[in-house]
């Protein structure tokens, strides 16, 4: 029974392609980030922020070089493109909330806005799987994104990498916070909230190069 159990791993390992390869190697990086994310909760050396928003542009390079690959080795997949989303959601969704949650954006309304955002970011990838079932199956090709990609994340990572820069992190957050009824919201979230919006828009049309 262990060795045919074995055997199904290895044959599912030997079903990936190089593509396939690249991007887990995005969920890695992804998952690396959320990681140090939680380090730097337990340590308080801004480094280890540091490291966990270092991590997510190399996600992106990996993310792109996946669909590179995948198109210079004509290896499409259904497989390949779930394994895409999902890497997608923990590098550009779940890392960038993890990591606006480190960085002090712990208000309930900012809580509320982070979990948002991540959901916008679930609902996109699916919304965009399933307009390309649609269109491959007339034998056609997804020539433009429906709301900005979820990738776009890293603007906001960017902003938090500034804020870490110049040590304004936890109480020192740039806009400061506000109490607004029940909870606490610090308005740098509101970027995430938008961000999110921008994701799940059906009116912004976006050309897919």
Not at 110 to 119: C, E, G, H, Q
Request: net charge positive; proline share 5%; with cysteine.
């Amino acid at each position: 029974m262990e060795t045919s159990a074995g055997g199904r791993h290895l044959s599912m390992i030997r079903s990936f392609h190089l593509a396939d390869f690249l991007t887990l190697a995005n969920a890695a990086c992804g998952v690396l980030a959320i990681f140090a994310a939680m380090a730097y909760l337990e340590a308080r050396e801004p480094r280890r922020l540091m490291v966990a928003m270092a991590l997510l542009p190399w996600a992106f390079v990996f993310d792109v070089m996946d669909g590179r690959v995948a198109r210079w080795r004509m290896r499409h997949s259904p497989m390949g493109r779930e394994l895409d989303s999902l890497a997608d959601v923990i590098s550009f969704g779940v890392a960038p909330a993890a990591i606006a949650y480190g960085a002090g954006m712990r208000g309930l309304w900012d809580l509320v806005i982070l979990v948002y955002f991540v959901v916008c970011g679930v609902s996109r990838l699916a919304r965009f799987n399933v307009t390309a079932d649609q269109l491959s199956a007339g034998a056609g090709k997804v020539t433009y994104f429906e709301g900005t990609p979820i990738p776009t994340s890293l603007v906001l990572v960017g902003v938090v990498a500034l804020a870490a820069w110049y040590g304004r992190l936890g109480d020192a957050l740039p806009l400061g916070t506000v109490d607004v009824g029940p909870g606490t919201l610090h308005p740098l979230t509101m970027l995430w909230a938008v961000s999110g919006s921008l994701m799940i828009s059906k009116t912004l049309h976006l050309p897919k190069l």
